[in-house]
C-alpha cells in the first residue's frame, strides 16, 4: 500500500505554497506575492504523530480562464485532487469567501474526497476572529484557523488529516528509491520526457520558456526498479535570469543536482552543445554526481551516414571533462530509445556506488608503477606507499606519498585512467586525494 497524500489546493495567492513550506519544514516551494508562481504539482514527504506521507502543492485553481498556463494549473491541481487521500482547500481570511472559493469547493465537494477546510493568514493570536465563521458557507465542515508565516493551527490542520487516513499497513515505507535530477537549459524537453516516461501529463509542457519553475519530484516504479524523478527549470544563463523568481529557479535546480544520486543532462540534438550546456554538465561533475548525457530531438535531426558516431565524437569533446559519461540519443517526442534510460540509471548508480578493496587497488596502482615510472625532480623521485577507497557517490580514494609536490596532476591523471580501466566506474566522476607521509587527516 502507498503512503497516503494530502493534496494542497485553493485559489491562487492564497499562500498554499507557504502553508506548504510549513507543513514540510524546507524551503521547497517558491513563494513570491506574484499569482500564478507555483505552476506544477510539488511533492514532499511529510511526518505527524509517528506517521509518514506525502504533500503535494499545487498550482492555484482559476475555475474560469482563458490563460494557457492558468489553464494547465487547473489541469495539475485536478490530477492531484484525483490521486489525493485528503484535499486540503486553502483560503484567506483576510479577503473572505470569494466567488472564486465557492467555485474550488463545488469542484472538491464533486471529487467525494475528505476536504479539510484551512483559513490562512490568521496571524493574530487570542480570541478568534469572527471572520472565521463566514467560510462554514462553503459547506466543507469546519473552518480551521491557521497561520503559514506564524505556525499558528498548523497541529490542528494536519490533525484532522490523519483523522482521514486509512489504517496505516506495513508495507507502507518507501524502499530505497534512485533520485534522477533531469537538468538542462530551458526548453529542452525535460517535462516531456518524464511525461513520456510516466505516461500522464505530468508536468506542464509548454514552448514558452520557463514554464517549469519548481523542482518538482515524481515517484515511479517499473520493471527496472523505483525512481525518484525531480524535473528542475531549465537553467538560463545569468544575464538573462532578471525575474526574482526565476533566481530561485536556479538555485532550486543547483539543489535538485545536490539532492539526486544520478544526474540527466539533457541536450538539443539540434543545438549541440552549448556553452550553457557546457555549464549545465559542470555542476553536475563538480557535484559528484553519476550522469548520463541525453541528446533529445534526434528525430528532428537530418541523419547521413556516421551522424550519430560524429555528433558522439563532438560531444565528448566539448565536454571532454566528462569522458566518463554515456551518451544516448533519444526522442522524448516519439519515445525512441527512452526505454534504455532505466539501465543506464541502474547502470551508472551501481558504478556511483561500487566499492573496491584495498588490496585490489594497491595491485592496480603496481601495476600501474611498473608501466609508467612515478615523476622525478631535481633527483627525488616520488614514491606512492599505498591506497584506498574512503567514500563512494562518488568513489573516493586517498594515495599516500613521500611528497605531494612530486605528484604532478598529469601522473594523477593516468592513475585514474588505470582504475577505469580495470574496474570501469563508467557515468560517475572519481575523486582523488593525495596525502604526504607523517601529515594529519
Not at 578493496?357 to 611498473?370: I, P, W
Amino acid at each position: 500500500m502507498s503512503r497516503p497524500l494530502v493534496a494542497i489546493v485553493g485559489r491562487p495567492n492564497v499562500g498554499k505554497s507557504m502553508l506548504f513550506n510549513r507543513l514540510v519544514g524546507q524551503r521547497l516551494s517558491i513563494v513570491e506575492d506574484t499569482p500564478g508562481v507555483t505552476r506544477d504539482r510539488l511533492y514532499a514527504e511529510c511526518e505527524w504523530c509517528g506517521r509518514k506521507f506525502d504533500m503535494v502543492d499545487t498550482g492555484g485553481i482559476e475555475p474560469s480562464t482563458d490563460s494557457e498556463i492558468l489553464l494547465f494549473m487547473r489541469e495539475q491541481a485536478q490530477i492531484a485532487i484525483d490521486s489525493a487521500t485528503v484535499i486540503v482547500l486553502v483560503t484567506d481570511i483576510r479577503t473572505g469567501v470569494t466567488a472564486a472559493d465557492k467555485d474550488v469547493a463545488n469542484m472538491l465537494l464533486r471529487s467525494k474526497k475528505p476536504v479539510v477546510l484551512a483559513v490562512n493568514k490568521a496571524d493574530s493570536t487570542g480570541a478568534e476572529d469572527p471572520a472565521i465563521y463566514e467560510f462554514y458557507s462553503l459547506g466543507l465542515g469546519d473552518p480551521i484557523a491557521v497561520s503559514a508565516v506564524h505556525g499558528h493551527g498548523t497541529g490542528d490542520l494536519l490533525d484532522a488529516c490523519l483523522a482521514h487516513f486509512p489504517e496505516a499497513g506495513e508495507d507502507e515505507e518507501e524502499s530505497d528509491c534512485i533520485k534522477v535530477a533531469v537538468i538542462g537549459k530551458p526548453n529542452v524537453g525535460k517535462s516531456s520526457l518524464i511525461n513520456h516516461i510516466l505516461g500522464e501529463k505530468r508536468l506542464i509542457v509548454s514552448k514558452m520558456a520557463g514554464t517549469t519553475r519548481d523542482a518538482v519530484d515524481t515517484l515511479f516504479e517499473n520493471k527496472y526498479g523505483r525512481y525518484m524523478f525531480i524535473d528542475t527549470a531549465g537553467i538560463r544563463r545569468k544575464s538573462k535570469v532578471e525575474e526574482r523568481v526565476e533566481k530561485f529557479s536556479v538555485m532550486r535546480s543547483q539543489m535538485a543536482i545536490e539532492r539526486a544520486d544520478v544526474c540527466l543532462i539533457m541536450i538539443d540534438a539540434r543545438d549541440g552543445v552549448t556553452e550553457q550546456d557546457t555549464k549545465i554538465a559542470g555542476l553536475a561533475h563538480e557535484a559528484g554526481k553519476a550522469s548520463i548525457i541525453i541528446v533529445n530531438k534526434w528525430d528532428l535531426v537530418d541523419k547521413e551516414t556516421g551522424t550519430m558516431e560524429k555528433m558522439r565524437k563532438d560531444i565528448m569533446r566539448d565536454l571532454s571533462f566528462m569522458s566518463y559519461a554515456p551518451i544516448l540519443f533519444i526522442s522524448a517526442l516519439t519515445g525512441q530509445r527512452t526505454d534504455r534510460i532505466f539501465e543506464l540509471i541502474n547502470f551508472v548508480n551501481d558504478q556511483s556506488n561500487m566499492r573496491i578493496t584495498t588490496g585490489m587497488l594497491n595491485n592496480v596502482l603496481a601495476d600501474a608503477q611498473a608501466r609508467v615510472q612515478p615523476p622525478t625532480d631535481k633527483g627525488r623521485r616520488l614514491k606512492i606507499y599505498y591506497m584506498t577507497q574512503t567514500g563512494i557517490k562518488p568513489p573516493n580514494f586517498v594515495i599516500f606519498c613521500n611528497s605531494r609536490e612530486l605528484f604532478h596532476f598529469s601522473y594523477q591523471r593516468y592513475l585514474e585512467n588505470q582504475i577505469r580501466s580495470v574496474f570501469g566506474l563508467e557515468g560517475t566522476p572519481i575523486r582523488i586525494v593525495i596525502r604526504q607521509k607523517g601529515e594529519k587527516e
